[in-house]
């Protein structure tokens, strides 16, 4: 019982400091698309599915999700919220299943490599359903946005938060006292 509720204690702490990095820092990373806008806030999610399992980091995405809708994201609403959801779901799923498999430096990176691929992969239907039908943007606008904006756009912001995710899910772990198990490090036969 008492683990438990250290773990859903270090859960809302990740889910807090996720809300607060996308507060406080939010800039656009493609120029000619400045209405889509970086922000790391992925990374404590990346960090509780690498922790605790690919459910903890789900469960981290729905509760920062569902706050986004209500402050951050006001503009986008639950449309924003719902496709941040799924986009970032997917992402720590696939991040924390393999990590959980494969538990080694080698494996961290695949599993982070895999994910940015599932992020990018999922937000092209993502567009293509939820920005023509709920935001009123042509289905040819949102088509020609496909290979210059979006696949970019995500897949850029999926790979800092990955490299920051692979730089800091340590200490992190360390500072939080969860038991980290040793990785293997890379070696020439991995």
């Not at 019982?1 to 204690?9: D, I, L, P, T």
């Not at 990346?46 to 920062?64: E, K, Q, S, W, Y």
């Not at 092209?124 to 949102?142: C, D, G, R, S």
């Amino acid at each position: 019982m008492k683990s438990e509720v250290n773990k859903m204690a270090r859960l809302a702490m990740l889910a807090a400091l996720s809300i607060l990095l996308m507060f406080l820092i939010r800039f656009p990373l493609i120029p000619s698309a400045p209405f889509l806008e970086y922000e790391p806030g992925d990374v404590p999610a990346l960090i509780a599915a690498f922790l605790f399992g690919p459910g903890a980091g789900v469960l981290v995405t729905l509760i920062v999700s569902l706050i986004q809708a209500l402050t951050v994201s006001a503009g986008s609403g639950w449309i924003g919220a719902i496709m941040h959801f799924i986009a970032t779901g997917t992402m720590v799923a696939v991040a924390g299943y393999i990590y959980k498999k494969i538990h080694t430096q080698k494996g961290a990176i695949i599993a982070l490599a895999a994910a940015s691929i599932s992020m990018t992969l999922v937000m092209i239907p993502l567009n293509l359903i939820f920005t023509t039908k709920f935001m009123n943007v042509p289905m040819e606008a949102v088509k020609a946005m496909i290979i210059p904006i979006i696949i970019p756009f995500n897949l850029l912001k999926a790979s800092i938060n990955s490299t920051l995710t692979f730089l800091v899910y340590k200490p992190v772990g360390k500072v939080m006292r969860v038991e980290v198990k040793p990785i293997k490090p890379l070696t020439k036969n991995c």
